[in-house]
């Protein structure tokens, strides 16, 4: 190894642990592991989901009788990336679409009986993964990470707004 490599990696190995970096590294790491488990139990089944699918299916269904527009909004994404996959979802029969009685205009989505069944099956998993995650922690211990996590999401939508 180098010198100059030697010291940037002295450097990174002797970096305080807990600094920002490693907080929403260690956040990242988790989102990461907690949605490849679960998506590796769909596998093979007969709907298998991509990471964005499931996260529109998820917004809908907080979320029935929102608008592509909505969508649009609430994600930030390119409308026509979500267009094409509001598309794909409803032509595998898991999400239906009605125009808003007020406006024409304007299609409603829901999750149909097939993607409510799917995203039961995806809450159910994901219930089973959060239940692994938090084995060890006693209730004080979760109740004080949630309530973390809850003023980290808070200050950032904070600074968003502003």
Known sequence: MSPIMRKQVDKVNQNPSGTVGDVFDAIHS????????QFRAFAGAEHELTHMESKVLRFFARQPGATLSDLVAHSGR??????RLIKGLRDRGLLDASADAADRR????HLSAAGLALHGRLHQI???????????????EREQLHGLLLRVRSNLARDAEG
């Open 126 to 140: 994901g219930a089973g993964l959060s239940g692994v995650a938090l084995e060890g922690l006693s209730e004080a």
């Open 30 to 37: 988790i989102m990461h592991l907690y949605r490849s488990q």
């Open 78 to 83: 390119d409308k026509a990336q979500l267009t």
């Open 106 to 109: 304007s299609t409603r989505l």
